[in-house]
């Protein structure tokens, strides 16, 4: 995992009149981009990751059709009301505002990795880190297996055909040996852990664009500020 080229931004507004945001409780409203948003829900305020069942045709079909966690949020922005008892109590209280990030990742579709992609943002962001795109990295040329003896570390060989040589006048079979050697890390490592660093950027886009869009945020306001598209390129 890397910190690497994280560039975050986030910070309370200067004035409740700057960009004219303010929360209803007369403070200013706390902007943020969104990976910072993204660990202050899963970090800060430990917000849990509610992921969907899976369907239940005979349930659905005994019960009618079910709501899930994000349509109760928007319902709930559109009311203006809150819940009381239960989880919110003092010493356990989560910020709404997190619980809202919390369920529009939960709902983070198919072609964007669905549930696994919304466990990955989850779990990068409860840690501080980004995806791990292993920076500097250059696949190498080394010897497929090292060995210690007294003398030191030597490359291992293998013997790959026979040679007659003359020596001191007589001729000899000798042994050909060779030094199998590989790439370290393989190129399609490379390739594989940047393109889940891509694939991770998609789904921050998309979360980004859902909050903007869905105006359920009451104390925070999520800018466009996001990490670096392609970190490796200079």
Same mark, same amino acid.
């Given at each position: 995992?890397?910190?690497?080229?994280?560039?975050?931004?986030?910070?309370?507004?200067?004035?409740?009149?700057?960009?004219?945001?303010?929360?209803?409780?007369?403070?200013?409203?706390?902007?943020?981009?969104?990976?910072?948003?993204?660990?202050?829900?899963?970090?800060?305020?430990?917000?849990?990751?509610?992921?969907?069942?899976?369907?239940?045709?005979?349930?659905?079909?005994?019960?009618?059709?079910?709501?899930?966690?994000?349509?109760?949020?928007?319902?709930?922005?559109?009311?203006?009301?809150?819940?009381?008892?239960?989880?919110?109590?003092?010493?356990?209280?989560?910020?709404?505002?997190?619980?809202?990030?919390?369920?529009?990742?939960?709902?983070?579709?198919?072609?964007?990795?669905?549930?696994?992609?919304?466990?990955?943002?989850?779990?990068?962001?409860?840690?501080?880190?980004?995806?791990?795109?292993?920076?500097?990295?250059?696949?190498?040329?080394?010897?497929?297996?090292?060995?210690?003896?007294? #003398?030191? %570390?030597?490359?291992?060989?293998?013997?790959?055909?026979? $040679?007659?040589?003359?020596?001191? !006048?007589?001729? =000899?079979? +000798?042994?050909?040996?060779?030094?199998?050697?590989?790439?370290?890390?393989?190129?399609?490592?490379?390739?594989?852990?940047?393109?889940? #660093?891509? %694939?991770?950027?998609?789904?921050?886009?998309?979360?980004? $664009?859902?909050?903007?869009?869905? !105006?359920?945020? =009451?104390? +925070?306001?999520?800018?466009?500020?996001?990490?670096?598209?392609?970190?490796?390129?200079?």
């Amino acid at each position: 995992m890397s910190r690497f080229d994280r560039k975050l931004h986030g910070r309370p507004l200067a004035s409740p009149q700057e960009q004219g945001l303010q929360s209803r409780s007369g403070r200013p409203k706390r902007v943020m981009a969104v990976q910072q948003a993204l660990e202050w829900t899963f970090r800060t305020e430990r917000a849990q990751l509610e992921l969907p069942e899976p369907p239940d045709p005979e349930r659905a079909h005994r019960q009618g059709y079910g709501f899930g966690l994000e349509y109760v949020l928007m319902q709930r922005a559109a009311l203006g009301c809150q819940i009381d008892g239960g989880r919110y109590k003092k010493d356990s209280y989560t910020h709404e505002d997190a619980e809202v990030i919390a369920a529009t990742v939960a709902g983070m579709p198919d072609d964007l990795g669905g549930k696994r992609m919304a466990i990955h943002v989850a779990e990068l962001a409860r840690a501080g880190l980004t995806p791990d795109w292993m920076p500097g990295a250059v696949p190498q040329c080394v010897p497929f297996e090292m060995k210690r003896n007294r #003398y030191g %570390d030597h490359a291992t060989t293998v013997v790959v055909g026979t $040679e007659r040589v003359l020596s001191r !006048g007589k001729w =000899r079979t +000798v042994e050909v040996r060779a030094c199998p050697v590989t790439y370290q890390p393989y190129p399609e490592q490379i390739e594989a852990a940047r393109r889940g #660093y891509r %694939d991770w950027m998609k789904a921050l886009g998309w979360i980004k $664009e859902g909050l903007q869009a869905g !105006g359920m945020l =009451r104390e +925070v306001v999520v800018i466009e500020g996001m990490p670096k598209v392609l970190p490796w390129e200079p």
